[in-house]
């Protein structure tokens, strides 16, 4: 029983590119949330998906980043035209309702 | 937004002895409590949890308690060892999204 997968695991991007992270939720789990976490940080509510829905979205920016999760296929979190303060780990977490959430081991991302 | 205090930032103990890690929140409207370990490098790691229907979950060495009419859970962790050195966050949620306090940086020195 696979856990929830992250790729890539390492990121680089050029600022003003975009960035794409993905999130396989573990099997039978509807629900994804990700998070965002700054080197010796916590870990920041972005955006609550479940399937072709967003639930919540309240702490992601408006602008440049967008997330979702559809019928088929992982969850994308999609950052356009990136900034070094972008630069963070992502991680993604899916429960099988809206309770324990079990993490991804995140995604990387260094905007140089 | 809810509101987590974490106490202390950072603990160091001595193998054997035990930890405390105290959180304390506002709202109200929180029923789940998870407890989550996070070694450097990987993502954090739900290692206990609690619904507010009850005060105290034990598991082998590690115990939560929950006081909701003071608006505070506890994780104990009994008979340290160095594996145990890690940063913990407690979290909760009312439903809808988790809130996850700022960490605690555990040392237990051997």
């Known amino acids: 029983n696979a856990g929830v997968m992250q790729n890539p695991r390492h990121l680089v991007r050029r600022r003003g590119q975009e960035a794409r992270l993905r999130c396989s939720p573990m099997k039978g789990h509807s629900h994804v949330y990700w998070y965002r976490q700054l080197p010796e940080e916590g870990l920041k509510f972005m955006v609550y998906?479940?399937?072709?829905?967003?639930?919540?979205e309240s702490g992601m920016p408006k602008e440049r980043f967008s997330a979702e999760f559809p019928k088929e296929g992982p969850s994308i979190l999609r950052i356009q035209q990136v900034v070094r303060g972008d630069s963070a780990a992502y991680f993604c977490?899916?429960?099988?309702?809206?309770?324990?959430?079990?993490f991804g081991p995140g995604t990387r991302l260094t905007v140089t | 937004g809810e509101n987590v205090e974490q106490h202390p930032s950072t603990l160091s103990v001595q193998e054997g002895d035990s930890a405390v890690i105290k959180c304390t929140y506002s709202d109200s409207a929180s029923n789940y409590f998870p407890w989550y370990k996070q070694e450097l490098g990987k993502g954090p790691q739900l290692i206990i949890d609690i619904r507010s229907n009850v005060g105290e979950k034990k598991d082998q060495r590690i115990a939560v308690t929950l006081n909701k009419t003071a608006k505070h859970f506890s994780l104990h962790i009994t008979e340290t060892q160095p594996e145990d050195s890690a940063v913990y966050f407690c979290a909760l949620s009312n439903g809808q999204n988790f809130v996850f306090g700022p960490g605690t940086r555990l040392s237990v020195l051997p």
């Open positions: 977490a899916s429960s099988p309702a809206s309770g324990a959430g079990y």
């Open positions: 998906l479940q399937k072709e829905n967003i639930i919540d």
